[in-house]
């Protein structure tokens, strides 16, 4: 059974930092491609960053590009979301998702509140 716990959510303010952690359980960590999602009240779910298993290769959304990076390490089985400069619009219930092998994003976490004040 898979099993993701996000942490480090919280507070700041416009132009602080935080970074988020998700903790994987359950089937290979390392055969996984990870990604972050957020969704902020009476908006749709988007994805923010993932990253392939080996992690040479990520994808950004734009709204978040030059400022916040994605990492992972299989030995820990944790995925990261590093956010810097952060902005009121980056206020949302951040997700972790694992993709599964059939290409869809099947396993989320319960998600972690992210709120950046002005």
């Known amino acids: 059974q898979v099993q993701l716990v996000e942490s480090g959510g919280g507070l700041v303010q416009a132009g602080g930092s935080l970074r988020l952690s998700c903790a994987y359980s359950?089937?290979?960590?390392?055969?996984?491609?990870m990604g972050w999602f957020r969704q902020a009240p009476g908006k749709e779910r988007d994805v923010v960053a993932a990253?392939?298993?080996?992690?040479?290769?990520?994808y950004y959304a734009d709204s978040v590009k030059g400022r916040f990076t994605i990492s992972r390490d299989n030995v820990k089985n944790t995925v990261y979301l590093q956010m810097n400069t952060l902005k009121p619009e980056d206020t949302a219930l951040y997700y972790c998702?694992?993709?599964?092998?059939?290409?869809?994003?099947?396993?989320w976490g319960q998600g972690t509140q992210v709120t950046v004040s002005s």
């Open positions: 998702a694992a993709e599964s092998a059939g290409g869809t994003w099947d396993y």
């Open positions: 990253i392939t298993w080996s992690g040479g290769s990520t």
């Open positions: 359950g089937r290979s960590f390392r055969d996984l491609t």
